[in-house]
């Protein structure tokens, strides 16, 4: 490959990073999916004894007091059931659209390429409206009843869209009246972005593999995470970034840092092995 010189080894896609959240009663462990190569940031601390004997001072011994260590995860394929991760570690909240037959509700017909109709509750509100069982699209005086794949046609049931066809009889600006049957959606599915929820703490285990996962390592450590980049895009490759500062070993609470374990393949080589 250009541009590679020296002894190096390349991670493969497929490695993934886990998490277990502090205070999950069921020890979920969630999948963040794949991961970019991840490079530790270190801050060192250190203490300095000075000795000003002759005017001047001088650094008669240092030691190190304290090793920082940040990690910059960058999880692609994240999955939509732990978005509430990226968005703050705010818990989802219960979201509820009942069943019932919403009648004759006021909507303005727009005609013309790219043009559509999202459904909507009745005013103020004009709450949108998702996951579409039927509707019946009739005249602003409820006379006439249109027909659809004549007048309209669904663009998306799921997501509560109609179009008006160039040659239906409707004219462009005309109040329709739309009875509307939305499928039932509750449980928790709402997620609000942006709001002030805690910082995400608990047990991360980030895996990498090389040489077709022939070998596997795995990083454990307990690390308070923080939110913060992503790019959610219309394909399966959306990705998130997270700052994880590492806390402590997950098997030793009052410990720094964690364990890199080589978990598949030959052994370490070198002073450690």
């Known amino acids: 490959m250009p541009g ?7 991670w493969v896609a497929g490695s993934r990073a886990y998490l277990q959240r502090e205070g999950d009663v069921y020890d979920t462990l969630y999948d963040l999916g794949n991961i970019e190569p991840v490079s530790p940031e270190t ?6 004894l000075e000795d000003s004997d002759g005017g001047i001072k001088t650094t008669a011994d240092k030691a190190l007091i304290k090793q920082n260590e940040t990690l910059t995860i960058r999880c692609r ?5 732990n978005l509430a991760l990226f968005y703050l570690a705010a818990t989802p909240q219960e979201f509820t659209q009942a069943t019932d037959v919403i009648l004759a509700v006021p ?15 009745p005013a103020p509100a004009k709450t949108w409206l998702f996951n579409i069982a039927d509707i019946v699209v009739k005249s602003n ?3 006439t009843t249109y027909v659809e794949n004549t007048d309209y046609k669904w663009v998306s049931k799921d997501r509560g869209l109609i179009q008006i066809l160039s040659g239906s009889v409707i004219a462009h600006g005309a ?12 449980g928790k599915r709402l ?5 002030g929820g805690a910082s995400i703490k608990g047990k991360m285990m980030l895996v990498w593999g090389i040489n077709n996962n022939q070998h596997q390592v795995v990083r454990e450590a307990n690390v308070i995470l923080t939110p913060g980049a992503g790019s959610i895009t219309v394909d399966q490759y959306s990705s998130i970034e997270f700052k994880a500062a590492v806390v402590s070993d997950i098997t ?4 720094p840092a964690g364990r890199l374990l080589k978990i598949k393949g030959a052994l370490p080589t070198g002073p450690a092995a």
């Open 4 to 10: 590679v010189v020296g002894q190096q080894e390349f």
């Open 43 to 48: 801050s060192p601390e250190e203490i300095e």
């Open 77 to 81: 394929n994240f999955t939509l059931d």
């Open 107 to 121: 909507h303005i017909a727009v005609k013309g390429a790219g043009q559509m109709i999202k459904l909507h509750g």
């Open 141 to 143: 005086d409820g006379v």
């Open 175 to 186: 109040v329709l009246k739309i009875d509307i049957t939305p499928n039932a959606l509750s």
């Open 191 to 195: 997620v609000l972005p942006q709001t």
């Open 252 to 255: 030793q609470t009052q410990q």
